[in-house]
């Protein structure tokens, strides 16, 4: 039996993509609906993509689930610090004197 209506298969939904439609990613064709993050689901084009094996991801998820890990790594700037480790340990908030009353 003949293949009607080709087209490469789209590696997500697996229906066939027609060339106006068909995104190319690491030798796979997907429909630009289809062109997404597996982990959040955010659209994706060439610039914003990043693909591990035979997934395709957005640089934010794939940082988060294939980037460095370990301290320092995702913190944020919050656990960042200027100081060599051991000063200022034992930081007490300053205590301000009351004003004397004015009449």
């Not at 590696?11 to 997404?36: D, L, M, P």
């Not at 960042?80 to 480790?85: F, G, N, R, T, V």
């Not at 051991?86 to 908030?93: A, I």
């Amino acid at each position: 039996m003949p293949n009607w209506g080709g087209g490469a298969k789209c590696a997500a939904c697996e229906k066939s993509v027609y060339h106006a439609e068909e995104i190319q990613c690491n030798g796979r064709s997907f429909h630009k609906t289809c062109f997404i993050c597996m982990s959040c689901r955010k659209g994706l084009d060439s610039t914003t993509m990043a693909a591990h094996e035979s997934e395709i991801y957005c640089k934010s998820c794939y940082g988060k689930k294939y980037g460095p890990k370990g301290y320092g790594y995702g913190q944020g700037a919050g656990a960042l610090s200027s100081d060599p480790p051991g000063q200022n340990v034992d930081l007490r908030p300053h205590e301000s004197k009351p004003k004397p009353a004015t009449t």
